[in-house]
Each structure stands twice: as C-alpha cells, then as structure tokens.
C-alpha cells in the first residue's frame, strides 16, 4: 500500500504510517490515537482542508457498508497531528458509525469524532481521503458525513488519499 497518493498534484503524508501498516496506537490493538497527516502542493486558493477516513473493507462485516471512521472539516492547510481528533481544536467533526445500528446506535455525543481501526474478521485497508476547499465550510461539530459531501460540492479544487493496512492481530 503507498504512504502516500496524489490527484490533482495534491499529495498528503502521514507519520502514522510505515510499510504501508498504520501504527498500532492508532486503533484498538493501541490507544486509538487518530492519524497524523500533512499535506503538500494543496491549490492556490486553499482555503480549508476536509477529511474522511473509512474501512471500505468492513462492507462483509457491517452487512453491507463501509465503516466511517473519521470525518472532519475547516482542518488548517498545515494538516492534523497524531491525536488531533482528541484534542479537538481548530476543526470541527463529525459523528463514526458507532451512531449506525451496526455501531450500536451510540447516541449522537458519543460518535463525534476518530473511533480507531479495530478490524474484526482480518486485516483491513483503511483510506484516508483529504479534499482541498476553497472555503471554510459553514457545519458545525456533530455533522454526518452526507452533510459535509453536500456542503463541499462545488468547492473541492483538490483531493489526494493514502491507503494502509491495519492488522486484526
């Protein structure tokens, strides 16, 4: 799996990987820290960035969808350090699919934010996907996924993804 991938020139890095395998601390298996990424030759004209990371490998396991693992928005162009999510500060979050019934139905409060990569059945390949905007988008902390999309159309100039491994162990 490649550290590192680019559309639109934009490429993003993250220090949460190594050999194509996240970090361990970043899911169940470790402390659930959520990834670092950094972005660079995002457009001119970037105003903020936007996040999504899932498990598109969970779509046995779930019944018949990818698992969100994180989405989030108005991220500085400068990207997010390891337990950003966490921290909370200087972005806003939306709710993981712990709030789907395949997640338990946990209430709204309790899904904001990264739920780390516990993979249930093998090794899993997990994709993080950063928009570059030319806005920073009006959404508050709490949004679904759909919102965000809905909210970015039009104003994506450029987007890049990795891929890496997590191990059930």
Known sequence: CPTSATVN??????SSLADGRFAVDCGGHGRNLSPAFTVADAPEGTASLALLLEDRDAFPVTGGFSWVHW?????????LGENASA???????????YISMQGGSRPREECIGY??????DADHVYTLRIFALDTVLDIENGFDMNVMFRKMRGHIL???ELEGLYSKM
């Open 9 to 14: 020139d934009m490429k993003v890095f993250s």
């Open 71 to 79: 989405a989030a928005c108005n991220i500085p162009l400068t990207g």
């Open 87 to 97: 921290q909370g500060e200087g972005f806003v979050q939306g709710v993981n699919s």
């Open 115 to 120: 739920c780390g990569m516990t993979p249930p």
């Open 158 to 160: 450029a987007q890049a």
